[in-house]
């Protein structure tokens, strides 16, 4: 499955607000819960400006709640630097509170 | 990429507060002489020390200049509205990112919140605080020198904010 995040870019390449993400997160969550644990999510980039904000609403709640191995599912597609950059800053700092909630819950 | 963030900021914070009406206007001038390029985003929402108020970094000084001085700071000018997602935290860096961006092409950022205006040029390294009548929302005022501006990498500025890692784990295309 591949989703193509132009299509939520309505009218310029900004995908700037929260609000945004949360169908395409509920798309990604079902495709998560329905799918075997073998088959991936692709997530193409191409044509928009995501501002982390957006990127840390789509991705970065997926992550707080699923974990690491989730990115094994996804695929990250058509990333310029500065996206790989946002992605990077966002999941990593998800993946650091996981981590802190985690051994809190032990 | 370089506004994104302020301009969403600017509508989704103000909404979140009761501020149904709330705008965001941007405005852009390019100097030919000068090779300047101005760009200013203003709105008319609840201004940066209603959006701050409860941070721990106001460290008790409720002031507009208190509010201007610690939302330049990257992850410190928190969302914490817990609206959308599943934490209330937030990375906040769309205003250190567009300020820097703003220095490293050799130009300068004006924001004004309140009655608090802050100003650094690219050539200072202190921030200078002017007084201001009132504005109820917040102004940001981006200076640009156009000639240095194939020589910004956004991607750059943000691996060098405070506990940026690279992840292994995601996979590219």
Redesign the interface.
């Known amino acids: 499955m591949e989703i193509d995040l132009s299509k939520y870019a309505v009218h310029s390449r900004?995908?700037?607000?929260?609000?945004i993400a949360?169908p395409i997160r509920d798309e990604i969550e079902r495709f998560l819960g329905h799918t075997n644990s073998d088959e991936k999510i692709?997530i193409n980039f191409s044509n928009v400006?995501?501002?982390?904000?957006?990127v840390?609403?789509l991705l970065?709640?997926i992550v707080?709640?699923h974990g690491?191995n989730v990115?094994?599912r996804?695929?990250?597609?058509?990333?310029?630097?500065?996206i790989?950059?946002?992605?990077?800053?966002?999941?990593?700092?998800r993946?650091?509170?996981y981590s802190e909630k985690n051994t809190l819950d032990e | 990429?370089f506004f994104?963030?302020i301009?969403?900021?600017a509508?989704?914070h103000g909404k979140k507060r009761g501020f149904e009406f709330c705008q965001a206007h941007i405005a852009a001038q390019y100097y030919k002489k000068t090779n300047i390029l101005v760009v200013a985003i203003v709105d008319n929402g609840c201004g940066l020390l209603e959006t701050l108020n409860s941070n721990a970094a106001m460290n008790s000084d409720f002031t507009h200049k208190k509010a201007l001085e610690i939302a330049l700071l990257p992850r410190v000018s928190c969302?914490r509205d817990g609206e959308?997602?599943?934490?209330t935290?937030?990375?906040s860096?769309?205003l250190t990112v567009s300020t820097e961006m703003a220095l490293r092409a050799c130009g300068e950022f004006t924001i004004f919140s309140g009655n608090a205006l802050v100003r650094r040029s690219f050539s200072s390294a202190n921030l200078t605080f002017q007084p201001l009548s009132h504005w109820n929302g917040v102004g940001v005022i981006l200076e640009f020198d156009r000639r240095c501006l194939p020589d910004l990498?956004?991607?750059e500025i943000?691996?060098n904010?405070p506990?940026?890692?690279?992840?292994s784990?995601?996979?590219?295309?």
């Open positions: 900004l995908l700037g607000t929260r609000n949360l692709i400006n995501p501002t982390q904000s957006f840390d609403e970065g709640v707080l709640e690491p990115l094994s996804m695929v990250m597609k058509n990333c310029s630097d500065d790989k950059s946002i992605l990077h800053f966002v999941i990593s700092d993946l650091k509170t | 990429m994104g963030e301009l969403s900021n509508v989704d969302n959308y997602g599943l934490d935290k937030n990375q860096i769309g990498a956004k991607s943000i691996q904010l506990g940026f890692e690279e992840v784990l995601i996979s590219f295309e």
